[in-house]
């Protein structure tokens, strides 16, 4: 089973990611936790050299690196058996016809589109609040979702930080970059999607998710 998590950033995809690797053993492949891998990766292939340079750069990855990321991360899994979660892609339309293919190749069936649906004002909220695992990419909520013991990852003991990306200013600039190109995939899967209520909290949206999908 795929499960392709769209919303916006502060949504509730990374925590809600998290309650279905703990209790459902799920795969979480983002988007973000592989380009960051890459960027401390020691590698000297051409490809990475050009994928560090962009993303020192600060600028957005193109489609085609995007999807040679996560192709290569899907397969790193069975894609057929494996119960996975897709966060952070497809991102753009253009992302969305390479993804199609990719499905079409592969006679994947299984594959739902959830929707977190909330408001800025929850969003902004909840990524005040948000700390994460600068090593596996676990997320938490310092409210919500405290880790088990205070500012350490539950996963690997890694002491957790605050993402330069949900600084106030940066979040503003996501949110545009959400609403401008991620937004129009709501209408294109639109007859596929299983909305979940984002603004309730991430065991609520967790309870509501695995009640939809049928798991
Ligand atoms: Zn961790």
Redesign the pocket.
Known sequence: MILVFLGAPGSGKGTVSALLQDRKSFIHISSGVAFRDIAKSKDKKKDIKKLQKILNSGKLVDDDTVFKVIKAKLNEFDIIKDNIILDGFPRTMEQVKMFSYFVKENSLDDIYFINFKTTSEIIKKRISGRIS?P????VYNVKTLPPKKEGI??????KLIRRPEDENDKVEIRLQEYYNKTAPLLDFYDNLLVNIDASKNSEEMYKELIKKIGI
């Open positions: 695992c090593k596996c990419g676990r990852c539950d996963l690997d003991g890694t």
